[in-house]
C-alpha cells in the first residue's frame, strides 16, 4: 500500500503518529506553506518565521532519513494555497491508497478534515496525536460527573500517571504543589540570566525576507528573531534553560521588571508547541535535575506543573467544550481592544513595556498576559472576540487549543468559570507589588480616583460593581464584596462614574480615525 503522509506545521516531531510505520520505500510525506494556515488570523511576523523555517528543516531533517517530500512553498504559483485542496492536489493522478495524518490541533482544521474525508478518492485515517500526555478520551472521563473541571485535580493525576516528582504513592517533599513560594518580586540587587537566543540561520534569514516581503502590515519586527526552528537548536535552548535557569524560575515566576521580558522563563512554548521538544522528556530532565540536587523543588515543581498540569489541563478543555466554547460571553464584555494594545502608545508604563517587547520578541510572560493585558481588557470589558484575536496574533506561541482556554477562561473569565474558579481581577496594587513598573509611570498607582489614578484601581471596583450580580456569590471574590458593600452610594457613584469615563478613553477614544 502506498501512502500519502500529511504533515502539518505544528506537528514537526520525530516519532509522529502519522509517520510512526513510514516505508520510506513507498510513501511520501506532503508539507504544505499556504495563504489559509498564513492568514486565518494576521500572525506575528516572528510566528510566521518561525513556522514556515521549521517546517522547511523538518522536511530537509525527513529528506536526510531518506523520506521522499513532497514540500510546497508559500511562493509555488500551482500551489491552491490551502491544506485540503493541497492534499487532494497530491492524491490526483492515483499514486496513493490512502492519506494519513495526525490530528489537527484545532477545531477549525478538525472540521477542514472532515470536509476532506468526504471529497477525497482514498481512505483518510487520522491518528491520535500522543505527543499529549493525555488523550480526549481520558480527559473526558476525569471530566463527567465533576462539578467543577479544577487543574489542581488533574494535575495530580497525571502526576501519579507520569511518577513525575513521586516518592512512592506521595509527592515529593509532602505537598502537590509550591506555588506559594513563588511570588517574590525581584529584588533590584538581583540580575535576571543571559539567555540562548539563536543567530538566524542563513535559511531562517532567507524565510524572513519572504515575510518581511510578503507580510509587511503584520504586526511585529523581525530584527530580534531567535526562536529554534529545528530541533538542535531547540535543544540548546532547553538544555542551557535545564541547567542554567530552571534553579531560578521558582521564585521569580510571579515577577515582572521593566525592560525584561524573559527573567528565568522558559522561552520553550513555541518549540514545544510545533514539535520541537518533547514536554515529557523535558519534564524528565527538570526532576533529575531536582533529584541531583541541581534545582530546588518550587522551581523543578512549578515547572511541571506548567506542562503536565496547565497546559494538559487547557488542551482537554479546548476539545471538551466544542467550537461553541469560543461563543461565551459570560460577563456580556461589548467594548473594542484599545487601540495601543497593537501601538503600544499609552502612557500606563506596565501596558507599555509588554506591548513594547511582544512586538520585538513575539513573547511576554505568563504574569504579563495575565494581569497586565489580560486583566485590563477584562476590567475594561473588552469583547472576547477582540481579546481573542489580539492574543493570536501577538505571540510566538499561539495555537488555538492553548490560546483560547488561557485568554476565554483564565485571562477574562469570558467562560464563566470553568477554567478558573474566580476572575483573575486585580487593582494597581497588585502590579506594583510585583513589579517596577509603577515607579517609572505616569499614574500614581496609590490613588483611587481623579485624572492621575492608575486606571487599574477606579477599574477594578467599577468591574465588580457592573458585574455584582453575577460575581457576588463566587466564594473567592467575598472579601471585595464586603468592602464595596459597606461603602456608600455617593462612593459607588463615583466609582461608576470615574470606571465608565477610563473605558471610554481608553477604548472607543482610543481607535484610529
Ligand atoms: P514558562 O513560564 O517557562 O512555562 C513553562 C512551560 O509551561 C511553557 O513553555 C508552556 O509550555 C507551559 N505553560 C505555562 N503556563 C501555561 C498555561 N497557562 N497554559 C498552557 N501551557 C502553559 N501558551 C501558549 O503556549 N500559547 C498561547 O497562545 C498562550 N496564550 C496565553 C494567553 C493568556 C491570556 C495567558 C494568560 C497565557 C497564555 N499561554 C499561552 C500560557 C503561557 O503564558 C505561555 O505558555 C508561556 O508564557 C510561554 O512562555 P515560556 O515558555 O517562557 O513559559
Ligand atoms: C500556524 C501555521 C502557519 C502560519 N502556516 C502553516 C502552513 O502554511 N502549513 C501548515 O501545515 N501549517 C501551518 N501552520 C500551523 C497550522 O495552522 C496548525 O496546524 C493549526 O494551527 C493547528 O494547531
Ligand atoms: Fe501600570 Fe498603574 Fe502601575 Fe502605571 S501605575 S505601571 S498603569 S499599574
Request: hydrophobic fraction near 40%; aromatic fraction near 10%; include cysteine.
Amino acid at each position: 500500500m502506498r501512502t500519502l503522509r500529511l504533515v502539518l506545521g505544528d506537528q514537526l516531531s520525530d516519532g509522529l503518529s502519522s509517520l510512526r510505520d513510514l516505508d520510506p520505500a513507498r510513501d511520501v510525506v506532503l508539507m504544505a506553506e499556504v495563504m489559509g494556515e498564513a492568514t486565518y488570523v494576521r500572525h506575528h511576523k516572528q510566528k510566521l518565521v518561525m513556522v514556515f523555517a521549521a517546517m522547511r528543516a523538518f522536511a530537509e531533517r525527513l529528506r536526510r532519513n531518506g523520506v521522499e517530500v513532497r514540500y510546497v512553498r508559500l511562493d509555488d504559483p500551482s500551489s491552491t494555497q490551502a491544506l485540503d485542496s493541497e492534499a487532494l492536489r497530491a492524491l490526483e493522478g492515483g499514486a496513493f491508497d490512502r492519506l494519513v495524518l495526525t490530528e489537527p490541533g484545532e477545531w477549525r482544521l478538525s472540521e477542514l478534515v472532515e470536509g476532506l474525508k468526504l471529497m477525497a478518492p482514498v481512505h483518510i485515517e487520522v491518528r491520535e496525536d500522543d505527543r499529549y500526555l493525555c488523550a480526549h478520551r481520558e480527559f473526558a472521563g476525569w471530566a463527567e460527573g465533576r462539578k467543577e473541571l479544577r487543574m489542581e485535580f488533574f494535575y495530580r493525576e497525571m502526576r501519579r500517571k507520569f511518577g513525575l516528582l513521586m516518592d512512592g504513592d506521595k509527592p515529593a517533599g509532602g505537598q502537590w504543589n509550591y506555588d506559594r513560594h513563588n511570588r517574590k518580586r525581584l529584588p533590584k540587587a538581583v540580575q535576571p540570566p543571559h539567555r540562548t537566543w539563536i543567530a538566524p540561520s542563513p535559511a531562517t534569514r532567507t524565510v524572513i525576507a519572504e515575510v518581511e516581503a510578503r507580510f509587511p502590515d503584520n504586526f511585529g519586527a523581525t530584527e530580534r528573531f531567535g526562536w529554534a526552528t529545528t530541533h538542535e537548536e531547540a535543544e540548546r535552548v532547553a538544555s542551557h534553560f535545564i541547567a542554567e535557569i530552571l534553579p531560578g524560575f521558582g521564585d521569580y515566576e510571579d515577577a515582572m521588571a521593566k525592560g525584561e521580558p524573559f527573567l528565568w522563563h522558559g522561552l520553550l512554548s513555541a518549540a514545544i508547541n510545533i514539535g520541537l521538544i518533547d514536554p515529557l522528556d523535558l519534564c524528565r530532565r527538570a526532576e533529575a535535575a531536582y533529584r541531583a540536587g541541581r534545582a530546588p523543588l518550587n522551581a523543578v515543581e512549578g515547572f511541571i506543573r506548567q506542562i503536565i498540569g496547565w497546559r494538559e489541563f487547557v488542551r482537554g478543555v479546548y476539545w471538551l467544550k466544542g467550537p461553541s466554547y469560543k461563543e461565551t460571553n459570560a460577563l456580556s464584555a461589548d467594548r473594542p481592544l484599545p487601540w495601543f494594545y497593537w501601538s503600544g502608545d499609552t502612557d500606563m508604563a506596565c501596558v507599555r513595556d509588554v506591548v513594547a517587547h511582544t512586538r520585538d520578541y513575539a513573547y511576554a510572560h505568563h504574569i504579563q498576559r495575565l494581569m497586565v493585558t489580560g486583566n485590563l481588557a477584562m476590567l475594561l470589558g473588552v469583547r472576547p472576540a477582540d481579546i481573542n484575536d489580539w492574543y493570536m496574533v501577538v505571540f510566538i506561541d499561539a495555537f488555538e487549543w492553548v490560546e483560547l482556554p488561557n485568554t476565554h477562561g483564565m485571562a477574562t473569565f469570558a467562560d464563566g468559570g470553568v477554567v478558573g474558579s474566580k476572575p483573575y481581577a486585580a487593582g494597581g496594587a497588585y502590579i506594583d507589588r510585583m513589579s517596577d513598573y509603577c515607579g517609572g509611570c505616569r499614574y500614581d498607582v496609590k490613588a483611587r480616583s481623579g485624572p492621575d489614578a492608575c486606571p487599574f484601581n477606579p477599574l477594578y471596583w467599577q468591574f465588580l460593581l457592573r458585574n455584582e450580580s453575577r460575581l457576588k456569590g463566587n466564594r473567592r471574590l467575598a472579601m471585595p464584596y464586603r468592602t464595596l458593600a459597606k461603602m456608600d452610594d455617593a462612593r459607588r457613584a463615583e466609582i461608576e462614574r470615574d470606571g465608565e469615563a477610563i473605558r471610554r478613553l481608553l477604548c472607543e477614544d482610543s481607535q484610529p480615525g
